[in-house]
């Protein structure tokens, strides 16, 4: 398996839409084999989605993201894990031991999210808006600038 992250100065950069780079982690065995960084070099959802597919990305763990860019990648058959912020090789790690929390996305709901992303489908981990068993009951992890969200 091939995870991608849009990477910035060791974390995970908390918009998608704005990443210059991707760190990618190749998964065998539930260890890292390998992990390395990319340009993406292109501007706009699609295009971003079509460079994650050609990278081999199947899985992308992310901050926030609009609803046309969880659609792009869901169009590329990539499926996503939004709502996850901070040192990006500790949440991989949190990722192959089952740990990470996160609120899983629907594609078919994209229009329904943070009025900051337009037409909605935020990323971020939002408690009380789904069903989130995972994570008992220790809470919300998210460590960004999430003003106006319920955490």
């Known amino acids: 398996m091939r995870i991608a992250v849009p990477y910035s100065n060791g974390k995970i950069s908390p918009h998608m839409g704005s990443a210059n780079f991707f760190k990618f982690y190749n998964i065998e065995n539930n260890q890292i084999e390998r992990a390395f960084t990319l340009a993406s070099g292109v501007e706009g959802e699609e295009a971003n ?28 058959g990539i499926m996503v894990m939004g709502g996850i912020l901070g040192n990006a090789d500790e949440k991989i790690e949190e990722f192959l031991n089952g740990t990470i929390a996160y609120q ?26 789904g069903s989130c068993e995972h994570l008992g009951e220790e809470g919300c992890e998210f460590d960004g600038d999430d003003s106006g969200h319920s955490h």
């Open 49 to 76: 989605a079509k460079f994650l597919r050609m990278a081999g990305a199947q899985l992308v763990i992310c901050g926030g993201l609009g609803g046309s860019m969880i659609k792009a990648l869901y169009a590329q």
């Open 104 to 129: 899983p996305i629907d594609p078919k709901k994209t229009d329904s999210g943070c009025g900051h992303h337009g037409e909605g489908g935020c990323g971020h981990h939002h408690h009380g808006e």
